[in-house]
């Protein structure tokens, strides 16, 4: 598939970049280079409209990886600016320059963040899908605002596969060996544990793979035990589970 990779010199990004690059004709959307793939960057920001409208010219699928803030950085996720100019502005740009230039899979990296009392309440069963999403914090608002487009859009391109994968802490190998030395001391956040970097390569391959018209939002966090998450989509229709620490 001919994928353009929106952030692909990030965080995220360079945790899964080898896999998409194995099975995929990648270009790379950032604001600086990805590194061995530089002849391939498109440098510009996600809100240049000209130059999101070129990039997507003969692309079959986007994948939007920006997460509007540094990975752990709570203050940077607070500002107004950088969480929505990412999650909702620049997602609005490629979603509609992307579906209405003919791009039939579109996945959006968005997060656990989208939740917010209910995944600290005390629950008789885990949270699904099914559960409204209620963060009321900036980045998570900014995160269901953009699940909220990725509905629109499948409602109007109904042939299109949009999914809005939501990560929990997504690792790379560094984080992951460091957390794993701590984890037992009860550091888990309420969302549950985070995903290392084997998991998340085998996630983003597995919905790559993934064709299937509509919108479907996923839950995707750290852990088979299923105490806080229903891990059951992700299951059902990725094939995938987290791999055991």
Not at 24 to 29: A, I, S
Request: hydrophobic content about 40%.
């Amino acid at each position: 598939m001919k994928l353009l990779v929106v952030g692909g010199a990030g965080y995220v990004g360079s945790i899964v970049r080898l896999v998409l690059e194995a099975e995929h004709e990648c270009v790379h959307y950032d604001l600086q280079p990805v590194a061995g793939a530089e002849g391939r960057t498109i440098l510009a920001d996600v809100n240049d409209e000209d130059r999101v409208k070129t990039a997507i010219a003969g692309m079959e699928g986007i994948l939007y990886m920006p997460l509007g803030s540094r990975s752990g950085d709570r203050r940077t996720a607070s500002q107004i600016d950088p969480a929505f100019d990412v999650n909702v502005k620049g997602l609005y740009r490629f979603l509609s320059a992307g579906l209405s230039a003919g791009v039939s899979w579109f996945c959006y990296v968005s997060s656990m963040s989208v939740y917010g009392a209910s995944v600290r309440s005390p629950r008789a069963t885990p949270l699904s899908e099914r559960d409204p999403a209620d963060a009321r914090d900036t980045y998570g608002i900014s995160k269901r605002v953009g699940e909220y487009l990725c509905q629109v859009y499948a409602d109007l391109y109904p042939q299109a596969t949009i999914i809005s994968l939501r990560l929990n802490q997504p690792m790379n190998e560094d984080d992951w060996a460091r957390w794993q030395e701590t984890h037992d001391s009860g550091r888990v956040s309420v969302w549950g544990p985070p995903i290392g970097p084997q998991a998340n390569r085998a996630l983003f391959a597995a919905a790559l793979r993934f064709h299937q018209s509509g919108h479907y939002a996923i839950n995707v966090y750290g852990t088979r035990d299923g105490r806080r998450f229903d891990l059951g989509t992700a299951k059902n229709l990725l094939n995938w589970e987290p791999i055991p620490a």
